[in-house]
T-cell receptor, first 110, second 112 residues
Framework: NAGVTQTPKFRVLKTGQSMTLLCAQD?????MYWYRQDPGMGLRLIHY???????AKGEVPDGYNVSRLKKQNFLLGLESAAPSQTSVYFC?????????FGPGTRLTVT | GENVEQHPSTLSVQEGDSAVIKCTYS??????FPWYKQELGKRPQLIID?????GEKKDQRIAVTLNKTAKHFSLHITETQPEDSAVYFC???????????FGPGTSLSVIP
């Protein structure tokens, strides 16, 4: 039982490049979330999903897109990366109140 | 939308002393308040939570109190140990399956 996993762990992008972050969970959780973590700003919700095929905007959705084609996977896309998107990205899933976090992806945009 | 504030941003205590972290929230409809601990380089993990129908909850050296009228809640750690050093996040939501809004975090250092 791997829990919540994220791919990749690290990535460096140039401004304007695109990429997709993958989150996978094997706990059959309905809800999945993408957060970004920046120093002094805590965890800010980017997008979330309440089930397969559904997504919703969080606090800071601009510049990101998501898809939940399969219940176990939640993808976060950056179409045209900007230096302001340099951050650590955490995925989480939940079936009740407790959120289970993945190990994080450290993204640097130069 | 919901806004969660947290104080202090950094806290340093001697081993064995108590630590208190305070949070306020803005949405009176929030009724679930979890606390997460994040060690350096690790993922956040739930350490304790409280619902609006309860004023206080304890789990060994950790306790959380909630004042719904004032819209604030606090985390209390007694007999602190070096392994308590971490960043602590409070959060608020309207309950199961609702999105959770996190505070900015408190970096706690326990000095041996």
């Amino acid at each position: 039982n791997a829990g919540v996993t994220q791919t990749p762990k690290f990535r460096v992008l140039k401004t304007g490049q695109s990429m997709t972050l993958l989150c996978a969970q094997d706990m059959n959780h309905e809800y999945m979330y993408w957060y970004r973590q920046d120093p002094g700003m805590g965890l800010r919700l980017i997008h979330y999903s309440v089930g397969e095929g559904t997504t919703a905007k969080g606090e800071v959705p601009d510049g990101y897109n998501v898809s939940r084609l399969k219940k176990q996977n939640f993808l976060l896309g950056l179409e045209s990366a900007a230096p302001s998107q340099t951050s650590v990205y955490f995925c989480a899933s939940s079936v009740g109140d407790e959120q289970y976090f993945g190990p994080g992806t450290r993204l640097t945009v130069t | 939308g919901e806004n969660v504030e947290q104080h202090p941003s950094t806290l340093s205590v001697q081993e064995g002393d108590s630590a208190v972290i305070k949070c306020t929230y803005s949405d009176s409809a929030s009724n679930y308040f979890p606390w997460y601990k994040q060690e350096l380089g690790k993922r956040p993990q739930l350490i304790i939570d409280i619902r609006s129908n309860v004023g206080e909850k304890k789990d060994q050296r950790i306790a959380v109190t909630l004042n719904k009228t004032a819209k604030h809640f606090s985390l209390h750690i007694t007999e602190t140990q070096p392994e308590d050093s971490a960043v602590y996040f409070c959060a608020a939501s309207k309950g199961s399956y609702d999105k959770v809004i996190f505070g900015p975090g408190t970096s706690l250092s326990v000095i041996p």
